[in-house]
């Protein structure tokens, strides 16, 4: 029973494009989306992260959209670098438990 | 300096055996984790202390026993090795109910052969 589900399970893009990556859940009580970014032999490091009050999060060139009615949140890139290559993780909270639940990744391949 | 540190990173080890992780955080959280990545590249959770007391246990295997000496450590210990558990385990921490980050170690890649 996958809660947090990332349906494409690797994204090309050419450096300088846009990087769209996809995630979805289904309960209802999650209430914080974070996204994350891991690169080989390294822990997942925090990238964005996104209330459930709000519908978009801006960090420098990391923007989040959640869609609660679709249950869907993206992670949107621009421009996309080399360097951004890794594999991102959605992940969901619900405020008043200790439980991050994961999406399954997307790696993330941004070509020069 | 080190937020969340695990030791060791890597471990091969035969079936049977028994081993143990160590975490450490220095962040002053009072939430700790233990996430298993396995060959699927699945995060999994598998439990989570709370100032020393146990919260969460997602059906992992009685093998598996985690300790928390106090609320900065949180070890993994792991009897009677199978070849399943061969995985990467991730040791994690954060001010829970608050929503905020979770902070990552560096992950320790276990290997039964």
């Known amino acids: 029973d996958q809660q947090v589900k990332q349906n494409s399970p690797s994204l090309s893009v050419q450096e300088g494009r846009i990087s769209i990556l996809n995630c979805d859940y289904t309960?209802?009580?999650?209430?914080?989306f974070l996204w994350y970014k891991k690169y080989p032999a390294e822990g997942p490091t925090f990238l964005i992260s996104?209330?459930?009050?709000?519908d978009k999060n801006e960090d420098g060139r990391f923007t989040v959209f959640l869609n609660k009615s679709a249950k869907h949140l993206s992670l949107h890139i621009v421009p996309s670098q080399p360097g951004d290559s890794a594999v991102y993780f959605c992940?969901?909270?619900?405020?008043?438990?200790?439980?991050?639940?994961f999406g399954t990744g997307t790696r993330l391949k941004v070509l020069a | 300096d080190t937020a969340v540190s695990q030791t060791p990173k890597y471990l091969v080890t035969q079936m049977g055996n028994d081993k143990s992780i160590k975490c450490e955080q220095n962040l002053g959280h009072d939430t700790m984790y233990w996430y298993k990545q396995d060959s699927k590249k699945f995060l999994k959770i598998m439990f989570s202390y709370n100032n020393k007391e146990l919260i969460i246990n997602e059906t992992v295997p009685n093998r598996f026993s985690p300790k928390s000496p106090d609320k900065a450590h949180l070890n993994l210990h792991i009897n009677s090795l199978e070849l399943g558990d061969s995985a990467v385990y991730f040791c994690a921490s954060s001010q829970a109910r608050i929503t905020g980050e979770l902070f990552f170690g560096e992950g320790s890649r276990l290997t039964v052969l």
């Open positions: 309960n209802s009580m999650f209430d914080y």
């Open positions: 996104i209330s459930s009050i709000k």
């Open positions: 992940a969901a909270f619900t405020s008043g438990t200790y439980k991050y639940i």
